[in-house]
């Protein structure tokens, strides 16, 4: 039996591991995995993911294993954000993000340019 943890995930997060468990690949997101970083207002996190398969992905490129991974890397404005998005993307036009302000609100979900 597959059992996919979504509790806590963002809704694009929670929209891909619903694709992929249809599927059936198995997702698993952890709560320890999905746990957001305590910002000062003003501040963003940034999630980053694999277009194509919805896995939640490290800064290096590797898939978390959601044990006790960072995820979210954290920037002091929101242009400095969406300028990390534009230079990861460019260089991999499969990956999508989520920016968080400190509150945990969406800001942006930016879709993966290969399938815009």
Known sequence: MLRINISGVNPPLRQAAKR???????????????????????????????????????????????ETDQVYKVFSDLELAKSYVTMMQKGNDKLEFVIKDHNQNLVEYIKAPRWI
Request: glycine share 10%; hydrophobic share 40%; charged share 15%.
């Open 20 to 66: 992929y468990a249809q599927s059936k690949l198995v997702v698993y997101i952890s709560e320890t995995m999905s746990k957001f970083p305590k910002l000062d207002s003003g501040q963003f996190a940034v999630l980053m993911a694999d277009g194509a398969t919805g896995h939640v992905l490290l800064e290096s490129g590797k898939l978390s294993t959601g």
